[in-house]
């Protein structure tokens, strides 16, 4: 018990990053937290060690996050009230750049969103960021443009010197 | 909004996270500087990805572990009680049982003493000397 708590210690700042990345600062980000290290816990005597622990928990955290995503079926939830007293474009206008952006990544499509996170937040390579997924490294590669083409896009007016 | 990507800018994002030959950066240097275009999205994606990339690790607040380990010692001991709880059952139903055919034995018998309950017959003085006389009649 005493070395799992040192596992949970260790990379509760990875999972912690991921989760926050894709489902905000929210309660149920911290919920998530707790299912993917009981999930892992539970998972102890199958766990052969082929892969990394935290590449192993990071993919528990993205498949968590995802499916919270899915049942929220809302992707702005942490702006939704500022939406329905500005609307969309008094929001962006309110916004400093880096909420701005904040706020722009979370309009991002999930699977945009998970390649994102791995890649541009949490510094994982391109062929980790595949591997975690689970998808091509051709299919990462695309995401992440198409991703950080859309930000661009939502930003440009904000990123112009 | 056009978002159809140019060559260049696909380009431009490949390089940053997957090899490029050398031909191809010799290509994306030149357009990178002879094209203004393309220099201001290559600064605006690197800015972008600069505010992006996480500089300090994040936490879900203190006594974090602490809360897990917590969960998990309660959720052990929750699949302990239910664990008693399901042989509990069991237990129950293997004393009803017993009683029953205790009971059974006893209306059977016919006799209201333990040992007509558990099926003990009762030998009189008669009985065993009339199984001593006839094993004597025998010889």
Known sequence: ?161 | MNDQFSEHEELLLRSWDAPVSARERDTLAEVIQNNPAIRQQSDQYQKIRTMLLRTEPDSFGPFFAERIMNMIKQRTQQIDYLIFFFFKKYQVLLVGVLVALLVSNMLLTDQLTLKGIFGLEQETTEDVFSIDLYENLIK
């Open chain 1, 1 to 161: 018990m005493a070395a799992f708590k040192t596992l949970v210690v260790r990379h509760e700042g990875q999972v912690a990053g991921v989760i926050r990345s894709l489902l905000g600062t929210t309660p149920e980000a911290e919920d998530v937290g707790q299912e993917v290290f009981i999930r892992f816990y539970d998972a102890l005597n199958k766990f052969r060690g082929e892969s990394k622990v935290s590449t192993y928990l990071v993919r528990i955290a993205i498949n968590l996050s995802l499916n919270e995503l899915k049942k929220r079926k809302r992707t702005a939830s942490r702006y939704a009230s500022m939406e329905a007293a500005d609307g969309i474009k008094g929001i962006e206008e309110t916004l400093d750049l880096k909420e701005h952006l904040q706020y722009a990544f979370d309009k991002l499509d999930p699977d945009f969103r998970a390649v994102a996170t791995l890649r541009l937040i949490e510094g994982y390579s391109t062929e980790e960021t595949a591997g975690i997924l689970e998808i091509p490294l051709g299919t990462a590669l695309s995401r992440l443009a198409r991703a950080q083409q859309k930000l661009r896009l939502s930003l440009t007016k904000k990123l112009r010197p």
